[in-house]
C-alpha cells in the first residue's frame, strides 16, 4: 500500500457544507495538510506545469491518521441470532456457479457466537466442494471426490446428522436448473459440539479467519435446515419448493437493485451485502427468453461475488473542512506530506444553491474520473518497457509518482477485469483514486510529444486558459447536473464541458436539452461524450455502475442476458442504443479512435458563411491545431463526426475537419458504425468516417451549440502561452456567447 493515501467522501462542495477527507498515513511521520486552489494540475515543464495558489484556511483535525487496511471481497453478513442456538443436525445447501478456481474460499459458512468458523461450505485449492468443520483447535474437511468446472452451474449441500455424527457433503451438475449428470459425494464422522452454537451467517465470507478467501462466482438460494434431508428433499428445496425444517433462505430474486438479501425463511433473517457484488446476473433456471431481469426475476436469482470487489475502504475521517461562504467556485485540493511521503486530493467547490457567481457554467466530468477511477492501463500490466518509461517520466517532471497497475489493493477501474475474468462494473469514489491526482500523467511514451494526460489533469488546461484569459466561471459536477437539472444551468449564459464528459445518466442529458433549447449557449469541447449510460446507487452515495452492453468499444462486453443495470432496472449500455445519440445533443458523436496522437483541423469553405465566420475572426490559417500538450494536435485520439441520420441538425454547419491522423495510430471505427468488415451503417468506407467535426448550430430561443469533436481540442490552448489559433477560435465563440446582444436564429424559422 501507499505510504500515504486518501480521499474524500464526495468530489464536490458548496460554501458552508463540511467535506471530510479519509487519510491511512503508514510512514509513522507526522502529516501536514494544506489546502490549494488548482489553477493547472499539468507537469510537463513545456506547458504550463503544476499552478496552484495556497489557501489561507486550514483543516479541523479529526484524528491524526494512523495506518489502516483494506477489506477487499464482497460477501453477506447475517446475524442469525438465536434462531440457529440449538442447531444440531443439520442440512446447508446452495446453487453456486465458480468462476475462479485454485483457491480456498467460503459459499456459506455458520460462525458460533466468538465468532470462530463453526461449519460451512466452500472450495480447496483442487476445486472441489468442501465441508468445513472446525471445534476448538481440531479443523476438519471433508472433500467431493471430484473437482469443478469454471462456469458450471452445481448444487452443493453438507448434512450432519447430529446422532451418527455422520457428516455428508455432495454436489451434483446443472443445466437450466435441472440436474446435467450424476451426483457425487463423500463422507465422514465429524465430533461437533451440540448445539453447535452459531449466531453468525456468512455467504462469501472473506478472511482466513473465516475458512478462506472470499468465492469467485455466483452464489444463488443458500438455505440452511435444522435437519438431515433426503436427495429428492434436497433437490425439492434447491428448485424452490416447500421442504419441512427450513430455518433460512435467501432469495437473491428479491430486491435486486439493493444491498439487502431477503430471507424466506420463518425467522426473517435478512442480510446485508458488503462490498457490492454484481446482482442482476442470469442464475442456473436462466432460460433466455427474457432478457430485462425485472420481467423473469428468478431466472436472475444469483449474486456474483468477486474476491477484489471493493466500494468503501471505511477508512475514519481524518480532516474536515468546512467551505468559507466566500470562497469562489472552482478546482481545489488537499495536500499532504509525511516525511518523503506525498499526496494530493483534489475536489470541487460549487456555487451556493440556487446561486450563481459568474455567466459561465464549467461541467466537470466527474462521475467519468470515478469511472476511470483507478484505471490499470494493459501497457503497464503487459509491457515491463512501457512501466520503466513511465516511471522515468513521472521522475523526470515531478509528476504524481504512483500508479492504479502497481497499487491494485485500492481497486481497479471498470476498464479492467476482476480476478476471475469479469468486467468490473462498478466504480465508487470512497476510495484513493490514483489517477485522478495533480500531476499524474497516462501515457509516458515519446511520440504522443506532449504531457500525456487525460480526464481531471487535462481538463486542468481549459481552467487554466480561462484563468490566463480572465473570465469568470463556476465550476458544476455531475452530482449536482444529475440532482438538480435544468434549473441548475438556467442562470448561465453560458455552459461549456471539458476534454471527455463520456459518462451520463438520463437526468444529466435532459437538463443539457432544456437548457440548449431554452436559449443557453453550450459548449462541447471533448470527444466520445454522452456515450455510456450509467446508474447511480440511492443507498450508496459515489457508487455508479455501467452495463458494457451491445455496441461501442468497450473495454469487456457484459455478458449475454446482463444488459440490464442492476441499480435502476433499465437498459444499460450506449445512449445511442437507448435512442439518443450523442449527435441528437450537441451534433456530433463518438466515430473513430486511434493512438493519443493528434492532428489538425482543415478550415472549410463553409466556415466563411456569415452565420459562423465570426468563430474564425482574426485567424486567417487555413489548418488549425497542429499542435498540442495532448498527442500533438487538437484533433486526437478520440473522435466525433456529425451525421444527420443520427440527430444532427440539418442547419449545422461544419467550421473545420481533421485530416491527415498519424498512421502509427491505428485509427479504428466505432463498432456500433460497422456492419462487416467493409460495409457501414452509413454506406461510406469505413476510413471516410474517421475524422472529427467542428461543428456549430443555432437552437430556439436564442441559443447555440459548438462542439469540437475531439478528447485532444483543449490541449492545444496553453501553447505558447495561451497564444495560437485555437485559443483565438474558443476565444471568439465564447465572447459571442457571452454577449447578450448576439442573436443566434435556427434558419428557416
Not at 585 to 604: D, I
Given at each position: 500500500m501507499l505510504p500515504l493515501a486518501g480521499y474524500a467522501d464526495r468530489l464536490s462542495v458548496r460554501p458552508g457544507e463540511t467535506i471530510a477527507f479519509k487519510v491511512s498515513n503508514a510512514t509513522g511521520a507526522p502529516v501536514t495538510a494544506r489546502l490549494v486552489r488548482v489553477i493547472s494540475a499539468d507537469p510537463n515543464p513545456d506547458g504550463p506545469?503544476?499552478?496552484?495558489?495556497?489557501?489561507?484556511?486550514?483543516?479541523?483535525?479529526?484524528?491524526?491518521?494512523?495506518?489502516?487496511?483494506?477489506?477487499?471481497?464482497?460477501?453477506?453478513?447475517?446475524?442469525?441470532?438465536?434462531?440457529l442456538a440449538g442447531l444440531s443436525s443439520f442440512t446447508l445447501i446452495a446453487t453456486v456457479q465458480p468462476t475462479h478456481l485454485g483457491r480456498n474460499c467460503s459459499i456459506l459458512s455458520l460462525l458460533n457466537a466468538e465468532g470462530r468458523h463453526g461449519v460451512g461450505l466452500g472450495m480447496d485449492e483442487a476445486g472441489r466442494f468442501v465441508g468445513t468443520f472446525v471445534h476448538g483447535e481440531i479443523?476438519?474437511?471433508?472433500?467431493?471426490?471430484?473437482?469443478?468446472?469454471?462456469?458450471?452451474?452445481?448444487?452443493?449441500?453438507?448434512?450432519?446428522?447430529?446422532?451418527?455424527?455422520?457428516?455428508?457433503?455432495?454436489?451434483?451438475?446443472?443445466?437450466?436448473?435441472?440436474?446435467?449428470?450424476?451426483?457425487?459425494?463423500?463422507?465422514?464422522?465429524?465430533?461437533?459440539?451440540?448445539?453447535?452454537?452459531?449466531?453468525?451467517?456468512?455467504?462469501?465470507?472473506?478472511?482466513?479467519?473465516?475458512?478462506?478467501?472470499?468465492?469467485?462466482?455466483?452464489?444463488?438460494?443458500?438455505?440452511?435446515?435444522d435437519r438431515v434431508l433426503a436427495a429428492d428433499q434436497i433437490a425439492a428445496a434447491a428448485d424452490g419448493q416447500q421442504v419441512p425444517g427450513l430455518v433460512a433462505g435467501w432469495d437473491f430474486s428479491q430486491d435486486i437493485s439493493s444491498t439487502r438479501i431477503i430471507d424466506i425463511g420463518p425467522h426473517g433473517l435478512h442480510g446485508e451485502l458488503v462490498n457490492m457484488p454484481t446482482r442482476a446476473v442470469t442464475g442456473s433456471k436462466w432460460t433466455g427468453r427474457e432478457m430485462a431481469w425485472r420481467h423473469a426475476p428468478e431466472e436472475y436469482a444469483a449474486i456474483h461475488f468477486h474476491e477484489d470487489d471493493i466500494d468503501d475502504c471505511r477508512w475514519?475521517?481524518?480532516?474536515?473542512?468546512?467551505?468559507?461562504?466566500?470562497?469562489?467556485?472552482?478546482?481545489?485540493?488537499?495536500?499532504?506530506?509525511?516525511?518523503?511521503?506525498?499526496?494530493?486530493?483534489?475536489?470541487?467547490v460549487v456555487p451556493p444553491k440556487g446561486q450563481k457567481t459568474a455567466d459561465i457554467c464549467v461541467l466537470v466530468s466527474t462521475f467519468t474520473y470515478v469511472v476511470y477511477g483507478n484505471h490499470a492501463r494493459p501497457e503497464w500490466l503487459t509491457d515491463p518497457a512501457w512501466r520503466t518509461a513511465w516511471i522515468e517520466q513521472a521522475k523526470a517532471w515531478g509528476a504524481y509518482p504512483?500508479?492504479?497497475?502497481?497499487?491494485?489493493?485500492?481497486?481497479?477501474?471498470?476498464?479492467?477485469?476482476?480476478?476471475?475474468?469479469?468486467?468490473?462494473?462498478?466504480?465508487?469514489?470512497?476510495?484513493?483514486?490514483?489517477?485522478?491526482?495533480?500531476?499524474?500523467?497516462?501515457?509516458?511514451?515519446?511520440?504522443?510529444?506532449?504531457?500525456?494526460?487525460?480526464?481531471?489533469?487535462?481538463?486542468?488546461?481549459?481552467?487554466?486558459?480561462?484563468?490566463?484569459?480572465?473570465?469568470?466561471?463556476?465550476?458544476?459536477?455531475?452530482?449536482?447536473?444529475?440532482?438538480?437539472?435544468?434549473?441548475l444551468l438556467k442562470p448561465y449564459r453560458v455552459v461549456m464541458t471539458g476534454s471527455h464528459p463520456e459518462y451520463y445518466t438520463r437526468e444529466m442529458l435532459d437538463a443539457l436539452e432544456a437548457y440548449r433549447d431554452s436559449g443557453g449557449r453550450f459548449c462541447y469541447l471533448g470527444g466520445n461524450g454522452f456515450y455510456w449510460k450509467i446508474a447511480l446507487s440511492k443507498e450508496k452515495p459515489g457508487l455508479i455502475e455501467i452495463r458494457r452492453a451491445e455496441g461501442g468499444i468497450r473495454a469487456w462486453a457484459a455478458?449475454?442476458?446482463?444488459?440490464?443495470?442492476?441499480?435502476?432496472?433499465?437498459?444499460?449500455?450506449?445512449?445511442?442504443?437507448?435512442?439518443?445519440?450523442?449527435?441528437?445533443?450537441?451534433?456530433?458523436?463518438?466515430?473513430?479512435?486511434?493512438?493519443?496522437?493528434?492532428?489538425?483541423?482543415?478550415?472549410?469553405?463553409?466556415?466563411?458563411?456569415?452565420?459562423?465566420?465570426?468563430?474564425l475572426e482574426g485567424i486567417t490559417d487555413e489548418k488549425i491545431g497542429d499542435f498540442g500538450l495532448s498527442g500533438h494536435g487538437a484533433a486526437g485520439f478520440e473522435l466525433d463526426r456529425t451525421d444527420k441520420r443520427l440527430g444532427t441538425p440539418r442547419h449545422a454547419i461544419v467550421i473545420a475537419r481533421s485530416e491527415n491522423h498519424p498512421p502509427e495510430a491505428p485509427w479504428v471505427l466505432v463498432p456500433e458504425e460497422q456492419l462487416t468488415h467493409l460495409t457501414t451503417i452509413p454506406g461510406e468506407p469505413p476510413q471516410q468516417l474517421i475524422h472529427a467535426d467542428m461543428t456549430f448550430f443555432e437552437t430556439p430561443n436564442n441559443g447555440a451549440v459548438f462542439s469540437t469533436g475531439s478528447i485532444t481540442f483543449c490541449g492545444c490552448l496553453p501553447v505558447n502561452n495561451f497564444e495560437n489559433n485555437i485559443s483565438k477560435l474558443l476565444q471568439n465563440v465564447l465572447n459571442r456567447f457571452l454577449d447578450p446582444e448576439a442573436r443566434f436564429e435556427v434558419p428557416g424559422n
Open positions: 506545469g503544476i499552478r496552484e495558489e495556497p489557501l489561507d484556511h486550514s483543516v479541523r483535525v479529526v484524528r491524526e491518521p494512523e495506518h489502516y487496511g483494506i477489506e477487499r471481497g464482497s460477501y453477506a453478513r447475517i446475524d442469525g441470532g438465536i434462531a479443523s476438519e474437511r471433508l472433500e467431493c471426490p471430484e473437482p469443478a468446472s469454471v462456469r458450471r452451474w452445481y448444487r452443493i449441500w453438507l448434512t450432519y446428522d447430529a446422532r451418527t455424527r455422520q457428516a455428508i457433503v455432495g454436489q451434483q451438475p446443472l443445466k437450466t436448473g435441472r440436474p446435467n449428470g450424476p451426483a457425487a459425494t463423500a463422507g465422514m464422522e465429524v465430533e461437533l459440539p451440540q448445539p453447535i452454537g452459531a449466531r453468525q451467517i456468512l455467504i462469501s465470507a472473506p478472511g482466513d479467519e473465516h475458512g478462506g478467501l472470499t468465492f469467485d462466482g455466483r452464489i444463488e438460494r443458500p438455505m440452511i435446515f475514519p475521517t481524518a480532516y474536515e473542512w468546512t467551505v468559507p461562504q466566500d470562497l469562489r467556485s472552482g478546482t481545489y485540493a488537499l495536500r499532504l506530506q509525511a516525511g518523503d511521503a506525498e499526496e494530493n486530493i483534489p475536489f470541487f504512483h500508479n492504479p497497475g502497481q497499487h491494485q489493493e485500492y481497486g481497479l477501474s471498470t476498464y479492467n477485469y476482476h480476478t476471475d475474468g469479469s468486467g468490473i462494473c462498478f466504480a465508487s469514489w470512497h476510495r484513493p483514486m490514483l489517477n485522478l491526482r495533480i500531476g499524474y500523467i497516462t501515457f509516458p511514451y515519446p511520440e504522443i510529444r506532449g504531457s500525456g494526460l487525460r480526464h481531471y489533469p487535462a481538463d486542468s488546461h481549459l481552467i487554466a486558459w480561462l484563468e490566463a484569459k480572465g473570465y469568470s466561471y463556476d465550476i458544476i459536477t455531475d452530482w449536482e447536473l444529475h440532482h438538480e437539472g435544468y434549473e455478458e449475454v442476458g446482463e444488459y440490464y443495470n442492476q441499480l435502476d432496472g433499465e437498459y444499460g449500455g450506449l445512449w445511442r442504443r437507448n435512442g439518443r445519440p450523442p449527435q441528437e445533443l450537441c451534433g456530433v458523436g463518438f466515430t473513430a479512435q486511434g493512438n493519443f496522437v493528434g492532428s489538425y483541423y482543415r478550415v472549410l469553405p463553409e466556415a466563411r458563411d456569415l452565420r459562423v465566420s465570426w468563430i
